[in-house]
């Protein structure tokens, strides 16, 4: 449980973060992280549409360089995008200027006033700086679709068991997530509709 719904211990050592946003009504904020990748995104973005949903895009800055047209179709069919650093970076293994220097590298590309850290990792002074210029969205439910050691089922059993009213959920438009991705997303979309959930846009 740990990994997949962090505990209230963790969530403190983050100060000013947002992990989920309490809510009396059903609603979810569904996120993805890693892309835009070729074949992978464009995917996400037909079911999306498919089940008239909207999620936000947390992009790696040169996924975007690379791929620009893909990150103008995430924009064009009304979702939402957050900086996920240049290069996808663990804040604890730089220092803060350089890693400071990283997310505004990836700035240029991706227009955006939200920022989540990759693996949700980063120093206390970094994330002092960092809440003055973004708001920084952790998460609520991570599905671990990327993981090598859960199945498609497993996947989809995580966010059966740990979602909740206001959850942030992780998924990942990534090669190392596809997989698990493709076939655990659809099924969870359908769950969350049908226990009433509404999908949200962070504000």
């Given at each position: ?86 290069n996808h970076i663990q804040g604890l293994r730089f220092w803060t200027t350089n ?105």
């Amino acid at each position: 449980m740990f990994i997949e719904q962090p505990p209230w211990i963790y969530r403190v050592l983050f100060p000013g973060a947002i992990w989920r946003i309490p809510s009396k009504e059903k609603c979810v904020y569904l996120t993805f992280d890693d892309g835009p990748i070729p074949r992978i995104t464009p995917w996400v973005l037909d079911l999306l549409d498919k089940y008239q949903i909207k999620a936000t895009f947390f992009c790696v800055g040169d996924n975007v360089r690379k791929h620009p047209e893909i990150y103008r179709m995430i924009l064009d069919r009304g979702h939402q995008t957050g900086n996920h650093t240049f290069n996808h970076i663990q804040g604890l293994r730089f220092w803060t200027t350089n890693y400071l220097a990283n997310i505004k590298k990836a700035g240029e590309y991706i227009q955006s006033n939200l920022y989540r850290p990759p693996h949700g990792h980063m120093r206390f002074p970094q994330l002092l700086l960092l809440r003055k210029l973004y708001k920084i969205i952790m998460w609520d439910v991570v599905t671990r679709d990327y993981s090598p050691h859960k199945t498609p089922d497993g996947v989809f059993e995580i966010v059966k068991k740990y979602t909740r009213n206001g959850s942030v959920i992780v998924f990942h438009d990534s090669l190392k997530a596809e997989t698990n991705m493709m076939n655990s997303l659809p099924r969870s979309i359908e769950w969350l509709q049908q226990q009433g959930y509404q999908f949200k846009l962070f504000e």
